[in-house]
């Protein structure tokens, strides 16, 4: 084995330690929110909280994928990433089912309960971003785990908009646009994920001929 190649290994061996705890951090943030987004969506009577809290609820078991992929080879990593897409596209058409039902039943969502909750959640989604972020050369599985974090700060704006407009105009409808955007980011972040995955798989076929 090369210089560089060792050098690479023990570099590899130094970063998961960090990775695992980095993992770990954003699971149990993640699985709390989801909690909460879950009671804060029913007694709010919100579509965009619910999705989120579904949405929270699969990056947990994303993150969880990712503690088990870091134990494997880039194999391992790969499928990881690439469940991570699917189950992101999976959370995107049952939102998107969630909507239509409120949307042809109606529904009352609570403008205040929707903007402490989505405060308190962008805060903790950014705190998960950055620490993602100071993760060096993140592998494919990794990447999509910021991916994740991302979408959810961006829904979580969205949330904190919907809630002033929703108290403001008392109706529902800008709880249901934001209940499909966010199936539509979700949409796009599984895809990008599915994206990456494929690549590393291709780059991994390539350097193994």
Same mark, same amino acid.
Do not use: C
């Given at each position: ?6 050098a690479?290994?023990?570099?590899d061996?130094r970063s998961?330690? *960090?990775?695992?705890?980095t993992?770990?951090?954003?699971l149990?943030?993640?699985l ?9 969506g029913?007694l709010?009577?919100s579509?965009?909280?619910i999705?989120n ?7 947990? *078991?994303?993150?969880a994928l990712?503690?088990?992929a870091l134990?494997?080879?880039q194999?391992?990593?790969?499928r990881?990433?690439?469940a ?5 596209l999976?959370?995107a058409?049952g939102?998107l089912v969630d ?9 009352e969502p609570?403008?205040?309960t929707m903007m402490?909750?989505?405060f308190v ?7 998960c971003?950055r620490l993602?972020?100071?993760?060096k050369?993140?592998d494919?599985?990794l990447?999509? *785990?910021?991916?994740?974090s ?5 829904s979580n ?10 108290l403001?105009?008392?109706?529902n409808?800008?709880?249901l646009v934001?209940?499909l955007?966010?199936a ?9 994920i599915?994206r990456?995955?494929r690549a590393?798989?291709k780059k991994?076929g390539?350097e193994a001929r």
């Open positions: 084995m090369s210089d560089d190649a060792q690479g290994l023990a570099s061996k998961i330690p *960090a990775e695992r705890r993992l770990w951090i954003v149990l943030l993640n709390g929110l989801a909690i909460g987004f879950g009671i804060a029913v709010g009577d579509s965009a909280l999705a809290g579904v949405d929270n609820l699969s990056d947990t *078991a994303v993150y990712s503690l088990v134990s494997h080879g194999t391992w990593k790969t990881a990433a690439t991570s897409g699917v189950m992101l999976m959370f058409v939102i909507v239509g039902r409120r949307y042809l039943q109606g529904s609570i403008g205040p402490v909750m989505a959640a962008a805060v903790v989604n950014y705190v971003l993602l972020q100071k993760l050369e993140p494919v599985n990447r999509a *785990a910021t991916t994740f991302f979408n959810d700060f961006i704006g969205g949330i904190l908009i919907a809630g002033a407009l929703v403001w105009l008392g109706s409808w800008p709880d934001v209940g955007a966010t539509l980011i979700a949409i796009k972040g599984g895809i990008e599915l990456d995955a590393e798989a991994d390539n």
